[in-house]
T-cell receptor
Framework: AQSVSQHNHHVILSEAASLELGCNYS??????LFWYVQYPGQHLQLLLK??????LVKGIKGFEAEFIKSKFSFNLRKPSVQWSDTAEYFC?????????????FGQGTTLQVKP | GAVVSQHPSWVICKSGTSVKIECRSLDFQATTMFWYRQFPKQSLMLMATSNEGSKATYEQGVEKDKFLINHASLTLSTLTVTSAHPEDSSFYICSAPQYVEAFFGQGTRLTVV
């Protein structure tokens, strides 16, 4: 079965530290890839997405992610985190391009940024 | 971006009763909506695809008679948890796609006592 795996369950960083959250998926076909963020008490929000083209995608709030097809990975990065980045981060995969809302989620990573 | 509103945000009900959760797309139409369930410290699991004007499509292992889904209009899908039990306590989230992006409701925390 298709799955999405996030390697880090809980990450604690100090402000200004660099961030990289791992995401791997298991599916050999064409995929659409997403990173979502959920701030405490708020909706899931889209950080960035990859459909095709340049494998390095830039999202909101200084986040970026790189799609490496050979590694089935879509890792999220940010050069310098802020306290306001404290949130839950979810990697997600869409396997059905005709049904873009149908997502398989990773288990999520809780990011805690210390001021 | 598009807005999806879910109601209620939280609900407590007695075991054996039914609870209805609404998911509305406020500024766009959605022929398809999705219902997810999230257990504490775990991922969002897709429960079902809600289809406007037709039956919902349930994921494997999801009881369609327990989780009734109705998509009566292009802006509203409802999830009814029937004869709720404590093990149904969870966080339920809906989403609606617009173009190539999915927009999520704020979720509903269901507690069955």
């Amino acid at each position: 079965a298709q799955s999405v795996s996030q390697h880090n369950h809980h990450v604690i960083l100090s402000e200004a530290a660099s961030l990289e959250l791992g995401c791997n998926y298991s599916y050999g076909g064409t995929v659409n890839l997403f990173w979502y963020v959920q701030y405490p008490g708020q909706h899931l929000q889209l950080l960035l997405k990859y459909f095709s083209g340049d494998p390095l995608v830039k999202g909101i709030k200084g986040f970026e992610a790189e799609f490496i097809k050979s590694k089935f990975s879509f890792n999220l990065r940010k050069p310098s985190v802020q306290w306001s980045d404290t949130a839950e981060y979810f990697c997600a995969v869409n396997l059905d391009s005709g049904n873009t809302g149908k997502l398989i989620f990773g288990q999520g990573t809780t990011l805690q940024v210390k001021p | 971006g598009a807005v999806v509103s879910q109601h209620p945000s939280w609900v407590i009900c007695k075991s054996g009763t039914s609870v209805k959760i609404e998911c509305r797309s406020l500024d766009f139409q959605a022929t398809t909506m999705f219902w997810y369930r999230q257990f504490p410290k775990q991922s969002l699991m897709l429960m079902a695809t809600s289809n406007e004007g037709s039956k919902a499509t349930y994921e494997q292992g999801v009881e369609k008679d327990k989780f009734l889904i109705n998509h009566a209009s292009l802006t509203l899908s409802t999830l009814t948890v029937t004869s709720a039990h404590p093990e149904d306590s969870s966080f339920y989230i809906c989403s609606a796609p617009q173009y190539v992006e999915a927009f999520f409701g704020q979720g509903t925390r269901l507690t069955v006592v």
